[in-house]
T-cell receptor, first 114, second 114 residues
Framework: AQKITQTQPGMFVQEKEAVTLDCTYDTSDPSYGLFWYKQPSSGEMIFLIYQGSYDQQNATEGRYSLNFQKARKSANLVISASQLGDSAMYFCAMRGATGNQFYFGTGTSLTVIP | DAGVIQSPRHEVTEMGQEVTLRCKPISGHNSLFWYRQTMMRGLELLIYFNNNVPIDDSGMPEDRFSAKMPNASFSTLKIQPSEPRDSAVYFC????????????FGSGTRLTVV
Protein backbone atom coordinates (compact mmCIF):
# COMPACT_ATOMS: atom_id res chain seq x y z
CA ALA A 1 0.00 0.00 0.00
CA GLN A 2 1.10 3.52 -0.73
CA LYS A 3 0.80 6.16 1.93
CA ILE A 4 1.99 9.71 2.53
CA THR A 5 2.01 11.15 6.05
CA GLN A 6 2.30 14.81 6.94
CA THR A 7 2.17 15.13 10.71
CA GLN A 8 2.24 18.93 10.98
CA PRO A 9 -1.22 20.36 10.36
CA GLY A 10 0.06 23.91 10.91
CA MET A 11 3.42 25.63 11.08
CA PHE A 12 4.56 29.16 11.77
CA VAL A 13 7.84 30.73 10.71
CA GLN A 14 9.32 34.18 11.01
CA GLU A 15 9.94 36.01 7.77
CA LYS A 16 13.47 35.40 6.41
CA GLU A 17 13.91 32.27 8.52
CA ALA A 18 14.13 28.72 7.14
CA VAL A 19 11.40 26.15 7.77
CA THR A 20 11.16 22.39 7.31
CA LEU A 21 7.89 20.69 6.44
CA ASP A 22 7.85 16.99 7.23
CA CYS A 23 6.76 14.19 4.95
CA THR A 24 7.12 10.45 5.38
CA TYR A 25 5.99 7.83 2.93
CA ASP A 26 5.37 4.15 2.71
CA THR A 27 5.65 2.12 -0.46
CA SER A 28 6.68 -1.29 -1.66
CA ASP A 29 7.59 0.02 -5.11
CA PRO A 30 11.32 -0.21 -5.86
CA SER A 31 11.23 3.14 -7.61
CA TYR A 32 9.02 6.14 -7.11
CA GLY A 33 8.84 9.88 -7.42
CA LEU A 34 8.25 12.36 -4.62
CA PHE A 35 6.68 15.77 -5.20
CA TRP A 36 5.73 18.87 -3.27
CA TYR A 37 2.88 21.18 -4.21
CA LYS A 38 1.88 24.57 -2.84
CA GLN A 39 -1.71 25.71 -2.57
CA PRO A 40 -2.09 29.40 -1.71
CA SER A 41 -5.37 30.84 -0.49
CA SER A 42 -6.35 31.53 -4.09
CA GLY A 43 -6.73 27.75 -4.49
CA GLU A 44 -4.50 26.74 -7.35
CA MET A 45 -2.08 23.83 -6.97
CA ILE A 46 1.48 24.78 -7.84
CA PHE A 47 4.27 22.26 -8.43
CA LEU A 48 7.38 23.07 -6.40
CA ILE A 49 9.93 20.29 -6.51
CA TYR A 50 10.53 16.67 -7.53
CA GLN A 51 12.82 13.95 -6.17
CA GLY A 52 13.34 10.57 -7.80
CA SER A 53 13.96 7.63 -5.53
CA TYR A 54 17.22 6.80 -7.29
CA ASP A 55 18.52 10.34 -7.39
CA GLN A 56 21.81 10.54 -5.53
CA GLN A 57 21.52 14.20 -4.69
CA ASN A 58 18.77 16.11 -2.94
CA ALA A 59 16.66 18.17 -5.29
CA THR A 60 16.79 21.96 -5.15
CA GLU A 61 14.69 24.62 -6.87
CA GLY A 62 15.58 28.14 -5.85
CA ARG A 63 14.64 28.57 -2.19
CA TYR A 64 13.13 25.08 -2.05
CA SER A 65 15.13 21.97 -1.30
CA LEU A 66 14.07 18.45 -0.57
CA ASN A 67 15.80 16.63 2.27
CA PHE A 68 15.49 13.06 1.01
CA GLN A 69 16.38 10.28 3.44
CA LYS A 70 15.55 7.05 1.68
CA ALA A 71 16.29 4.72 4.58
CA ARG A 72 13.95 6.71 6.80
CA LYS A 73 11.40 7.08 4.01
CA SER A 74 11.25 10.80 4.51
CA ALA A 75 11.12 13.64 1.99
CA ASN A 76 11.04 16.87 3.93
CA LEU A 77 10.65 20.21 2.19
CA VAL A 78 12.99 22.97 3.29
CA ILE A 79 12.10 26.56 2.46
CA SER A 80 14.93 28.98 3.02
CA ALA A 81 14.55 32.70 3.66
CA SER A 82 10.77 32.54 4.09
CA GLN A 83 8.68 35.24 2.48
CA LEU A 84 5.15 36.38 3.27
CA GLY A 85 4.06 34.89 -0.05
CA ASP A 86 5.09 31.46 1.17
CA SER A 87 2.05 31.36 3.43
CA ALA A 88 0.01 28.53 1.95
CA MET A 89 -0.94 24.89 2.24
CA TYR A 90 1.81 22.46 1.23
CA PHE A 91 1.17 18.94 0.01
CA CYS A 92 3.62 16.09 -0.27
CA ALA A 93 2.83 13.47 -2.92
CA MET A 94 4.24 10.24 -4.29
CA ARG A 95 3.91 8.50 -7.62
CA GLY A 96 4.79 4.82 -7.78
CA ALA A 97 6.42 2.58 -10.32
CA THR A 98 3.22 2.05 -12.28
CA GLY A 99 3.28 5.77 -12.97
CA ASN A 100 -0.40 6.09 -12.41
CA GLN A 101 -2.05 8.00 -9.63
CA PHE A 102 -0.47 10.24 -7.07
CA TYR A 103 -0.86 9.66 -3.37
CA PHE A 104 -1.21 12.91 -1.45
CA GLY A 105 -0.62 13.74 2.19
CA THR A 106 -3.14 15.73 4.20
CA GLY A 107 -1.11 18.89 3.89
CA THR A 108 0.65 21.38 6.17
CA SER A 109 -0.57 24.93 6.54
CA LEU A 110 2.38 27.32 6.69
CA THR A 111 2.02 30.86 8.00
CA VAL A 112 4.90 33.29 7.60
CA ILE A 113 4.94 35.96 10.30
CA PRO A 114 6.30 39.41 9.45
CA ASP B 1 0.98 26.47 -23.29
CA ALA B 2 -2.33 27.42 -21.70
CA GLY B 3 -2.11 24.76 -19.03
CA VAL B 4 -5.04 22.63 -17.88
CA ILE B 5 -8.26 24.53 -18.49
CA GLN B 6 -11.30 23.93 -16.34
CA SER B 7 -14.72 25.44 -16.66
CA PRO B 8 -16.66 26.88 -15.06
CA ARG B 9 -14.55 28.44 -12.30
CA HIS B 10 -17.56 28.74 -10.04
CA GLU B 11 -20.90 26.98 -10.15
CA VAL B 12 -23.86 27.50 -7.88
CA THR B 13 -26.76 25.17 -8.42
CA GLU B 14 -29.86 23.97 -6.66
CA MET B 15 -30.12 20.53 -5.17
CA GLY B 16 -31.38 18.03 -7.70
CA GLN B 17 -29.97 19.80 -10.71
CA GLU B 18 -27.45 18.29 -13.09
CA VAL B 19 -23.95 19.74 -13.00
CA THR B 20 -21.29 19.27 -15.66
CA LEU B 21 -17.68 20.20 -15.07
CA ARG B 22 -15.30 20.41 -18.01
CA CYS B 23 -11.59 19.95 -18.44
CA LYS B 24 -9.13 20.42 -21.29
CA PRO B 25 -5.80 18.76 -20.47
CA ILE B 26 -2.39 19.83 -21.70
CA SER B 27 -1.81 18.67 -25.24
CA GLY B 28 0.31 15.53 -25.29
CA HIS B 29 -0.47 14.50 -21.74
CA ASN B 30 -1.80 10.95 -21.70
CA SER B 31 -3.17 10.78 -18.16
CA LEU B 32 -6.06 12.79 -16.72
CA PHE B 33 -7.26 12.87 -13.16
CA TRP B 34 -10.33 14.27 -11.40
CA TYR B 35 -9.97 15.22 -7.72
CA ARG B 36 -12.34 16.64 -5.17
CA GLN B 37 -11.10 18.80 -2.30
CA THR B 38 -12.98 19.58 0.90
CA MET B 39 -11.85 20.74 4.30
CA MET B 40 -13.08 17.57 5.91
CA ARG B 41 -11.71 15.00 3.47
CA GLY B 42 -8.80 16.77 1.83
CA LEU B 43 -7.88 15.77 -1.72
CA GLU B 44 -9.76 12.74 -2.99
CA LEU B 45 -9.07 11.03 -6.29
CA LEU B 46 -12.36 10.42 -8.05
CA ILE B 47 -11.28 8.85 -11.31
CA TYR B 48 -8.38 8.80 -13.72
CA PHE B 49 -7.90 8.05 -17.40
CA ASN B 50 -4.92 6.78 -19.35
CA ASN B 51 -5.10 7.39 -23.09
CA ASN B 52 -8.77 8.36 -22.72
CA VAL B 53 -9.65 5.05 -21.06
CA PRO B 54 -10.98 5.09 -17.47
CA ILE B 55 -8.56 3.10 -15.35
CA ASP B 56 -9.77 3.50 -11.80
CA ASP B 57 -13.12 4.98 -10.80
CA SER B 58 -13.19 3.51 -7.30
CA GLY B 59 -13.14 7.01 -5.84
CA MET B 60 -16.38 8.06 -7.48
CA PRO B 61 -18.67 8.45 -4.48
CA GLU B 62 -21.81 7.00 -5.98
CA ASP B 63 -23.76 6.47 -9.14
CA ARG B 64 -24.72 10.11 -9.26
CA PHE B 65 -21.19 10.82 -10.45
CA SER B 66 -19.99 9.97 -13.94
CA ALA B 67 -16.97 10.96 -15.99
CA LYS B 68 -16.12 10.72 -19.65
CA MET B 69 -13.15 11.40 -21.85
CA PRO B 70 -14.36 11.21 -25.44
CA ASN B 71 -11.01 12.34 -26.83
CA ALA B 72 -7.54 13.32 -25.73
CA SER B 73 -8.42 16.99 -25.37
CA PHE B 74 -11.63 16.93 -23.36
CA SER B 75 -13.13 15.39 -20.25
CA THR B 76 -16.31 15.93 -18.28
CA LEU B 77 -17.40 15.14 -14.75
CA LYS B 78 -21.14 15.05 -14.31
CA ILE B 79 -23.19 14.98 -11.12
CA GLN B 80 -26.85 14.11 -11.49
CA PRO B 81 -28.73 14.82 -9.30
CA SER B 82 -26.55 17.14 -7.25
CA GLU B 83 -26.75 17.30 -3.45
CA PRO B 84 -25.47 19.87 -0.93
CA ARG B 85 -22.77 17.42 0.23
CA ASP B 86 -21.27 17.57 -3.25
CA SER B 87 -20.18 21.12 -2.55
CA ALA B 88 -16.40 21.18 -2.97
CA VAL B 89 -13.60 22.30 -5.24
CA TYR B 90 -13.15 19.92 -8.14
CA PHE B 91 -9.73 19.77 -9.74
CA CYS B 92 -8.72 18.30 -13.04
CA UNK B 93 -5.05 17.44 -13.55
CA UNK B 94 -3.09 16.00 -16.43
CA UNK B 95 0.36 14.52 -16.81
CA UNK B 96 2.54 12.28 -18.83
CA UNK B 97 2.56 8.77 -17.50
CA UNK B 98 5.59 7.87 -15.45
CA UNK B 99 6.84 8.18 -11.91
CA UNK B 100 9.00 11.19 -12.63
CA UNK B 101 6.21 13.31 -14.11
CA UNK B 102 4.21 15.63 -11.92
CA UNK B 103 0.64 16.69 -12.30
CA UNK B 104 -0.36 19.97 -13.82
CA PHE B 105 -3.55 21.07 -12.14
CA GLY B 106 -6.31 23.19 -13.50
CA SER B 107 -7.57 26.15 -11.52
CA GLY B 108 -10.44 24.11 -10.13
CA THR B 109 -14.20 24.50 -10.15
CA ARG B 110 -15.78 25.64 -6.91
CA LEU B 111 -19.17 23.94 -6.76
CA THR B 112 -21.84 25.06 -4.35
CA VAL B 113 -25.08 23.10 -4.19
CA VAL B 114 -27.82 24.88 -2.28
Amino acid sequence: AQKITQTQPGMFVQEKEAVTLDCTYDTSDPSYGLFWYKQPSSGEMIFLIYQGSYDQQNATEGRYSLNFQKARKSANLVISASQLGDSAMYFCAMRGATGNQFYFGTGTSLTVIP
Amino acid sequence: DAGVIQSPRHEVTEMGQEVTLRCKPISGHNSLFWYRQTMMRGLELLIYFNNNVPIDDSGMPEDRFSAKMPNASFSTLKIQPSEPRDSAVYFCASSLRGLNYGYTFGSGTRLTVV
